[in-house]
Every structure is written in C-alpha cells, then in structure tokens.
C-alpha cells in the first residue's frame, strides 16, 4: 500500500484532529479549574451476618466521596490524548487503517471515554453502588469493542456482517434500562425526585449515544455521502465533541458551577 500521509484530505483530518484535542483539552483544564467541590458517593453493599436473625443481610457502608469536576474533566482528557495522539506519533498508523475503512483507536477511546460518562450519568440518578457502576462501565466498554469487531469482520467484505453491530447494540442498551429504572424511582419517589439538568441529561445522551449507531449504520450501508468512510470518520470525531461537551457543561451548569 503507498504511503498517503502526504494526501491532502488525511493532511487536513489531521489538522482537524489536532483542533479537536485543543477543543477537548482546553473544556477538560476549564472543567477542573472552576468546578465547585461537588461529590458523589460509591458506596459497597456486602452482605454481613446478622447475629439477632442468624441470617446474612446487606450491610451499606460509603466507600468513597468521588468530586465530580475532575470526573467530568476525565473524559474530556481522554478524547484530547487520542486526539493528539492520531494527528502525531500515530499518525502513520491512523492513515494506514482509514485506508482499510477501520479505525480501531476510536472505539478504543470511547470504551473508555463513554463509560465513564455512563458511569457519572449513573451516579446522577443515585446508582452509587460500586459493582453496579463496574458492570455498566464493562457494559458499555463492550459495546465499543464490538465496534472494533463490526470492521474487522468486514475489512474487505462485499457483504456486511451485521452480527457485532447487532450484539453491540445489546449491550450498549442494558445500562440506560439500568439508569432509566433508578431515574423513574427516584421521580416517583418524590421526596428525592432529580433535579432539572438530570432530565435533560438522560434523553440528550441518550439520543447522542444512538446517533454514534446511525452513523456506523450509514458507513456500511453506503447512504450519500457516508459511501465515502472518511465522511463518516469526521461524523464520529464531530458527535464524540458535541456528545461529551454538551454532558459536561449540562452538569457544571446543574451542579458544579461555583456559587
């Protein structure tokens, strides 16, 4: 294969790359200078014996006081070292895969990056227990990995393999049931209903989330302009900012903001 780093469209995805990181760097330095102390607790539900009853019973015990601004900046951070990341040392590698419709990088950046958001976006509607909020972060990396998967079974395929799209899309689904039953508790609750910006938070992600699964769908299914892979490539890069920009200042602006 010849080297097409000098091609002015990869030149010009590496210069948005780099203005991409910038973007993601600068929200995620701001995220931490300017939060508020905010915490949220992960609590450990272990089960104890209980001497009256001779039964085993859970036993909550608090774990850890998470601040939430510097979790929130996490995810900015990690986007802006893959970023970074692409459009220098790996620069080479990350053209040599578009050329072969693949970018493995991306999914493993969001297995990382949107997890932790599932994770926050959990705690936001009280899931503080601390294997529930490994298993949705397991979860939802999984779903990512499947997306490594979808174009390795198809590098070079006339016919798409929809089955790691498919089996994606189920494990990506289980931690908005699990969020969605502990928001509709606490909404009907009432005395610990959410605040406003978690009702905006859960249905604005939520939808980010799927269009990230329309936008794979429409690479593989070759609609306008998606027929070219790069076109989609810059749609994942333009949904991951617009995804975690607009979580993040919805919870400074719900919660981290200084008084």
Not at 101 to 121: C, Q
Not at 136 to 142: D, E, H, P, S, V
Not at 245 to 254: D, V
């Amino acid at each position: 294969m010849s080297d097409k780093t000098s091609d002015p469209t990869y030149r010009g995805l590496r210069r948005f790359n780099l203005a991409m990181g910038f973007l993601h760097l600068i929200q995620g330095v701001l995220m931490i200078l300017i939060s508020n102390d905010t915490t949220y607790p992960i609590w450990t539900n272990y089960l104890t014996f209980d001497r009256a009853t001779f039964s085993l019973t859970p036993n909550p015990q608090p774990l850890y006081d998470l601040r939430f601004g510097p979790a929130v900046a996490i995810f900015l951070l990690l986007s802006a070292v893959a970023h970074f990341s692409l459009a220098t040392f790996g620069y080479k590698w990350y053209v040599s895969h578009l050329e072969r419709k693949m970018n493995p990088a991306r999914f493993y950046e969001y297995a990382l990056s949107s997890s932790w958001m599932i994770v926050l976006i959990g705690m936001l509607v009280g899931l503080w227990d601390l294997g529930a909020l490994i298993l949705i972060f397991a979860l939802n990396a999984t779903m990512n990995l499947f997306g490594v998967m979808m174009e390795l079974h198809n590098e070079g395929k006339e016919r798409v393999n929809w089955t790691s799209f498919i089996f994606g899309c189920f494990a990506g689904i289980v931690p908005w049931i699990v969020i969605m039953l502990y928001f509709l508790g606490a909404v009907n609750s009432g005395d610990a209903e959410p605040p406003a910006f978690v009702y905006a938070i859960i249905p604005t992600i939520f939808v980010f989330f799927n269009i990230f699964a329309v936008n794979m769908f429409l690479q593989y299914k070759k609609v306008g302009p998606w027929k070219n892979y790069l076109f989609g490539e810059r749609m994942f890069i333009i949904l991951s900012l617009a995804a975690k920009t607009a979580l993040a200042w919805m919870i400074f602006a719900g919660t981290l903001a200084p008084v």
